[in-house]
């Protein structure tokens, strides 16, 4: 992966290209300690990931974060800061980054973000392939019968429902079978997959769509309720990230704490297809 570094503080800086440098994860291509000047050579530059700081002088890091998401959408951000108030992390996450480290920094925090960073980068442009494998019709045939050698084994899909507190409810079971229907036959979730596990169970594909539909539903309000608890946990932070999305996750979080009606909305197929990728992702 390629790093770069902004902060207004030339010792923050320093310290993270050490850390990045001496524990081999990657090369640092550029830093800047003027929010305005580096936006300029992030387009540039076109790093992988950059580190920024959320306070800085002439411009703070969200802003930085939207100029340079809305010219370039493929470079990955990670927020460092002293700032703990959760509505600011809030926005940060809102404006795209994918995590944020509280100052001061710690070298195995760094070591471990960044690799968790860096693997989500390279499940995404594998999931990339794999979709463009199946728009090629002359390829599709080959992607099914790799997927369907490879399906065996659901152990790591259940595991991760189990962290995220679902394995208790009904609809655990029926994200398992579609989950296992699509490692089989290949592809990602719809409404024909859904049709097919329900024939198969002899039940009706609306029953097993609603049981799935309230996991998921369980499983976003535990998410939730540990990022009130504690930002920095690896399942609010590294494994929720799969399958839901952020706004679905703090409306959530409002909810739970009185400042909303209604809860996070849940998307059966972006839920489905991050079971996918993270159970393929094993497979790597």
Aim: proline share 2%; hydrophobic share 40%; charged share 30%.
């Amino acid at each position: 992966m390629r790093y770069y570094i902004v902060d207004d503080s030339i010792g923050i800086v320093k310290a993270i290209e050490n850390i990045i440098e001496s524990r081999d994860i990657g090369d640092v291509i550029g830093f800047e300690t003027m929010p305005d000047k580096a936006v300029e050579e992030i387009i540039l530059k076109k790093p992988d990931i950059v580190l920024v700081d959320l306070l800085m002088p002439t411009m703070d890091g969200i802003e930085l974060v939207k100029k340079v998401s809305s010219i370039n959408k493929n470079i990955s951000f990670v927020m460092i800061s002293k700032v703990s108030d959760k509505e600011m992390i809030a926005q940060a996450y809102d404006a795209g980054i994918e995590f944020f480290i509280q100052k001061p920094i710690n070298l195995k925090e760094i070591e471990s973000v960044l690799g968790n960073v860096a693997e989500k980068r390279k499940m995404n442009s594998m999931m990339n392939d794999i979709k463009g494998i199946f728009r090629d019709e002359n390829s599709q045939e080959q992607s099914l019968q790799k997927s369907s050698q490879e399906g065996e084994g659901y152990g790591d899909i259940i595991l991760f429902l189990g962290m995220l507190g679902m394995n208790g409810e009904k609809g655990t079971t029926d994200i398992i079978s579609v989950c296992r229907y699509l490692l089989k036959h290949g592809g990602f979730y719809n409404k024909t997959a859904l049709e097919e596990v329900a024939d198969l169970s002899g039940d009706s594909s609306k029953n097993i769509e609603q049981r799935m539909r309230r996991a998921i539903k369980k499983g976003l309000s535990n998410v939730a309720s540990i990022g009130l608890s504690d930002y920095g946990n690896d399942i609010f932070q590294v494994y929720a990230n799969y399958v839901f999305d952020f706004k679905s996750i703090k409306d959530e979080m409002n909810y739970i704490e009185g400042k909303k009606q209604n809860g996070g909305r849940v998307a059966i197929p972006k839920f489905i297809d991050g079971l996918i990728m993270y159970k393929n992702s094993k497979n790597v």
